[in-house]
Each structure stands twice: as structure tokens, then as C-alpha cells.
């Protein structure tokens, strides 16, 4: 198959990627050592304060990095009306991995004449988008909610309402625990996206910024 190298992802995205991860990471430390767990220790007296205002801070970068998806028309290759492929593409793949269907060529292409995508993305990407939207919008909300009570405490009410029938608690316990819950789910899913990236040789175009791309025949 021919490729060419063409310019995946320009620095504006690659930065903002980068941004989120950190954050992500100092959040994940901050938040596992405010839990107690594993009996982490990577700050002193400044552990909530730090958490609090990185996840601020992230919220601000998520919202830069929606805004740079549209104004560099990426956001199309992670429409909802794509899940229908993306989830057919997946069972696929699942297929394919435990040798019970046949390979799954890679998706991508790009047309050199062009000079734009057919597809930009493998197709499970859509999915993993929209559970990273998901897992994030429950987290920034549950996160929101323990950091600034009063002016959420809608949130509150609606703990109570969901969390007394299904676990008995409610309130502050309740939310705090969704929120351990959806972090949880978050560090596997960036766990399967980071390997998801190794698979398809994706590593070096989210640093780089430049990949070899199979082109149209």
C-alpha cells in the first residue's frame, strides 16, 4: 500500500493534547492522594487547593480544544452519526483480535490530489470520543459540586433523590463517590486509548505531528 507523509496533526492540537494530559496526570495524583488511596503523597498542604484549581484549569483548556476541533473542521470525524459505523468497525476489531473474523485493514486515507482526508480516524476513535465526553461531563460536574456546594446544590438535591433508593447515602458522599467511580473509568479508558495509539503507529504524529498515510488508490 502506498503512503505518503502528510502533516496529521498541527501544533495548536498537539499542545492541547499535551495540556490535557498533564493536567489529567496531576489531577489523577492530586485526587488519588485526597482519597487516600495506595497511600499516595504528592503534595503537602496544598493537595485540595492544587486539585481544585487544575481542574479549573482544565476545564478552560477542554473548552479551548473544542473550540480549535471546529475551527480546523475535525469535529466531523467525530459525529454522532458515526457511532453506528465506529460500533461496526468494533466488533470488527474484537473479531479480528480473538481470530474469529478476518483482518481489519487500517481505515485511514488521504487523498494527495487533495490534500485532505477520506478518513481521518480509525473508526473506534468515535467511540472512545463520546465515553471521554461522557466520563468527563460526570466528573466535572460531581467535581464542581464538592468544590463549590452552594452554587450547585442542585446537584445536591438530585444526589439525594438517586442515592438514598440505590445505595442508601446521599449528598456529599454520594456525588464524591461518582466521582471516584467515573475517574476510575477514566484512567482505563485513556489506558485503552494510549494503547489504541501504539497499535496504529499514531504516537508519533500526536508528538510530531507528521505520519505515514495511506493514500487513495
Known amino acids: 500500500m502506498k503512503r505518503?507523509?502528510?502533516?496529521?496533526?498541527?501544533?495548536?492540537?498537539?499542545?492541547?493534547?499535551?495540556?490535557?494530559?498533564i493536567e489529567g496526570v496531576l489531577l489523577t495524583l492530586t485526587g488519588l492522594q485526597i482519597g487516600g488511596f495506595f497511600g499516595l503523597r504528592v503534595l503537602?498542604?496544598?493537595?485540595s487547593a492544587t486539585h481544585i484549581?487544575?481542574?479549573?484549569?482544565?476545564?478552560?483548556?477542554?473548552?479551548v480544544?473544542?473550540?480549535?476541533?471546529i475551527i480546523d473542521r475535525d469535529y466531523k470525524w467525530y459525529g454522532l452519526s458515526r457511532i453506528p459505523y465506529s460500533i461496526k468497525f468494533f466488533i470488527a476489531e474484537f473479531k479480528a483480535w480473538f481470530g474469529i473474523g478476518p483482518h481489519?485493514?487500517?481505515?485511514?486515507r488521504y487523498d494527495p490530489k487533495k490534500g485532505e482526508y477520506v478518513e481521518k480516524v480509525v473508526p473506534t476513535v468515535v467511540i472512545v470520543w463520546w465515553t471521554y465526553v461522557i466520563i468527563g461531563l460526570v466528573i466535572i460536574i460531581t467535581g464542581l459540586a464538592m468544590a463549590f456546594p452552594t452554587q450547585f446544590?442542585?446537584?445536591?438535591?438530585?444526589?439525594?433523590?438517586?442515592?438514598?433508593?440505590?445505595?442508601?447515602?446521599g449528598g456529599y458522599a454520594f456525588i464524591r463517590a461518582i466521582h471516584r467511580l467515573f475517574m476510575f473509568l477514566l484512567v482505563g479508558v485513556v489506558i485503552l486509548h494510549a494503547y489504541a495509539a501504539w497499535v496504529f503507529k499514531a504516537l508519533r504524529s500526536i508528538t510530531l505531528g507528521d505520519r505515514e498515510e495511506p493514500i487513495v488508490e
Open 4 to 21: 505518503v507523509k502528510t502533516i496529521r496533526h498541527h501544533i495548536g492540537f498537539r499542545l492541547l493534547h499535551w495540556i490535557i494530559f
Open 44 to 47: 503537602t498542604d496544598t493537595t
Open 53 to 63: 484549581v487544575t481542574g479549573l484549569a482544565l476545564i478552560v483548556t477542554l473548552g
Open 65 to 69: 480544544f473544542v473550540y480549535y476541533l
Open 104 to 108: 481489519v485493514k487500517e481505515p485511514i
Open 153 to 169: 446544590s442542585a446537584i445536591y438535591s438530585l444526589a439525594d433523590a438517586i442515592g438514598y433508593p440505590i445505595a442508601g447515602v
